[in-house]
């Protein structure tokens, strides 16, 4: 097995990414930390976000190899929602709250079991370079119509990100009420109802020869006009090429449209976090598949 990880900072400086690494157990995971709506820096300086992806980043690493992935983000949600308490954080403010999305899978000899909830994404690469997406962008029917009326924006003639993103202010403001609810998305935030968004599953590994965990700082951006692109856009350029070189290419693209007009999207450069796992080929099996030996 080769892991490949890297997690580097996005405009503001401040990474509020986390990923983990864990070989003994075979546990990884990328935590996508999320700040609140209304300013806030604990004791020591550090955002919501930053505290959020820590807490949730530490809870996982102390996990042993038979943990169930949801019950251990579920666990991970209440210690935030204890901090949050510590820090006297009012709970029933939503724009209050700290958050956290992430993924995490944990392989055995036979299987790949995984969870996630937010924006962070899990792909899935076979032997015949197929790729199969286990998680779904949970916040893109929200942020399809920020990205619209960004659009329309540039039409219209505004030229810098300054002025697109007061545009859509409120509906980036909107989505985040959205949280943990009917017809919004999930995020580990402290509330009870976040194990209703996990989404989790368990897939063999037959002919899988790598698996990618994102935040979705590392997704290739669509060109003004292009529409929506397929994960193929991401995905095999990090196969091809490596995950720092992809990322070294998609740091230039950033850097060359500042203001977020050729390439539509809401920060200059978001935090950027990946685990690339290859898997050896013919890798003997530890257990049977779930069937009963006679």
């Not at 955002?47 to 992806?53: I, L, P």
């Not at 999305?101 to 937010?118: E, N, P, R, S, W």
């Not at 039409?155 to 009917?182: C, F, K, M, W």
Request: proline letters at 5%; glycine letters at 8%.
């Amino acid at each position: 097995m080769n892991v490949e990880a890297l997690s580097i900072p996005g405009y503001s400086g401040n990474n509020e990414d986390r990923f983990l690494i864990n070989t003994a157990q075979q546990i990884f995971a990328v935590i996508d930390g999320v700040s609140s709506l209304v300013p806030f820096v604990t004791r020591t300086g550090q955002s919501g976000g930053v505290m959020a992806a820590r807490i949730v980043h530490d809870h996982l690493a102390a996990v042993g190899k038979d943990a169930d992935l949801p019950s251990v983000l579920l666990a991970a949600n209440e210690r935030l929602r204890d901090y949050m308490i510590s820090e006297e954080i009012d709970l029933s403010q939503k724009e209050a709250l700290w958050g956290a999305a992430a993924a995490v899978v944990k392989l055995d000899g036979t299987h790949l079991h995984y969870a996630q909830t937010g924006d962070c994404m899990i792909f899935a690469v076979y032997a015949d370079d197929s790729i199969r997406v286990l998680t779904h962008l949970q916040v893109n029917h929200l942020e399809a119509a920020a990205m619209e009326k960004w659009e329309e924006g540039i039409r219209q003639g505004l030229s810098t990100r300054a002025e697109l993103i007061e545009s859509v202010r409120d509906i980036l403001v909107h989505n985040r009420y959205q949280a943990n609810t009917p017809g919004g998305y999930g995020v580990l935030n402290g509330e009870p109802l976040s194990g209703d968004f996990l989404e989790y599953g368990r897939i063999n590994r037959i002919g899988l020869k790598a698996v990618l965990l994102l935040t979705d700082g590392l997704f290739w951006p669509a060109a003004r006009g292009e529409g929506s692109i397929g994960w193929e856009k991401t995905v095999c350029p990090i196969l091809e090429k490596g995950l720092q070189a992809y990322t070294d290419e998609l740091v230039q693209l950033e850097k060359s449209d500042p203001e977020c007009i050729a390439y539509p999207r809401f920060k200059p450069a978001d935090d950027k976090t990946g685990v690339v796992i290859c898997l050896p080929e013919n890798e003997p099996a530890t257990e049977p598949y779930g069937l009963p030996r006679l």
